[in-house]
């Protein structure tokens, strides 16, 4: 492992000291390093590429790191990993991709993540890209995640992108059963002539199942994001999202909403407000003693970090 | 010592000219405590708002200790020492109570110190530090934090726009005595709080955009509620 790697390690998952519970590191298409413990198992797939991540039921306060890190131009890379998360257990998983290309040549991860999370159990999962080089190649990630969840099951999202992903197409599909709880924070800075699309379909099919979807977006530049989302109540339910934009220079943010109440008992909101960086938010700071661009910077660090 | 000659500040209105501000010529002098009062509408805002930089004057001039600050913009007029606490306090997405206050106070703060800017408003810091200073917290809880960051940038010259709108669960006490501590500052309040008006060294009288009188609280007070008619909060057996 290079400085580059560690680096990219540090960014995606904060692995740059393995000391962690079982993890597993793709580098380039390939297995780095890996580690099982008693609790939870990373099995190889046989037919492609990708593991299966097997924790035991009842498993608390354990953690799993799963980087995948590209240091090359011209990869495409497709890795299927699965997760089954036993009754009880309450887990951290530790995701992402970074893409450090100094290379004319693209490079693609395309990472394919599905969740079985069973009854009472309880995920936290966390997932950063990066993309980084000096090279013209572009940096693209593609994520799909789909997530069932078994009764009383809760999950959290936070998905962290701060720019330098040339292109990313993000889906995430969910399938909520009674009593599930699922919560998304997305944030995502685009710069350049980036582009990021996001869509969320959440299947609310178990009675007072609940998601909660905020999305924080930055777009600046001539960079583009759009966000779809459809929230689908198909039982006694609630469903909330909320998505916020601030657009800078000649950026563009499309939020597209769809709210489909199947049940009369379901609840589904959707919020969106897209603008620039408001004229008070700055004004405040700079009575503080910030000049325009350090209260800006202020401003985006904290809706994007906060 | 921040003087102000011959400030005005006038919009188009229905394509007629109106005067916010006409004429305004005003000296405050370094460790005293101003406040200016009169009726809604009579330019008390705008014209503190004109001296952090908000809003710009039509003409006239604002000096800061003999420096022309007229043309600086607002992060210019802070840095040289003027403080400015909001009547609408500001919220923001994201950013946290301790994020505003190390930016207010220049530096990274550990607990103690962001306990003591808290607890000078009666805050308790493990509460708050934390939290995203956003518009689920009350608008009490809000102008307090503002009262807060202000306080910690220790700036020479204080500016304070009707400070006390808000303050439901704390005493008036505690809120007069902040400015009666603020030591070798100059405090310059808009208010029509009489329990704020008291503590006065200088009350400054507004009407129509024009310094209708100058003096000290006792001598002003009839004309202040003739002004207001009856209006002044604290007169007269009110709050």
Redo the contacts between chains.
Sequence with gaps: MDKIDEMLLEKVSDLHKISLGAFNIRKNGQVLDRKNTKEIEIVPKKNKNGIDIIVQPNVKNKAVHIPVIITVGGLNDLVYNDFYIGENADVVIVAGCGIHNNTDETSTHNGIHSFHLAKNSHVKYIERHVGEGTGKGGKILNPITKIYQKENSSMEIETLQLGGVTSSVRKTFAKLAENANLHIQENILTTENQTATTLFKVNLVGKKSKVEVVSHSVAKDNSYQEFKSNLIGANECFGHVECDGILLNNARIISIPMIDAKDSESSLVHEAAIGKIAGDELIKLMTLGLNQEEAENMIIKGFLMG | MLEIKNLSFDVVDDNNEKDILKDVNLKFEDGKIYVITGPNGSGKSTLVKII?G?VKASSGKILLNGEDITSK???ER??LGI??A?QQP?T?????VK??LN??S?KNNDFNSLCDYLSMVGLCAKDYINR?LDDKLSGGELKRIELA?VLS?KAKLNIFDEPEAGIDLWSFDNLTNIFKNLKDTTTIIVSHQAKILEIADVVILLKNGRVEKVGKYKELKPLIQTRTCGKLRGVNGQD
């Design positions: 952090m908000i913009q607002i992060y802070a840095r403080g400015y909001f500001v923001f997405k994201g950013l946290k994020d505003l930016i207010s220049g995203p960051m940038r």
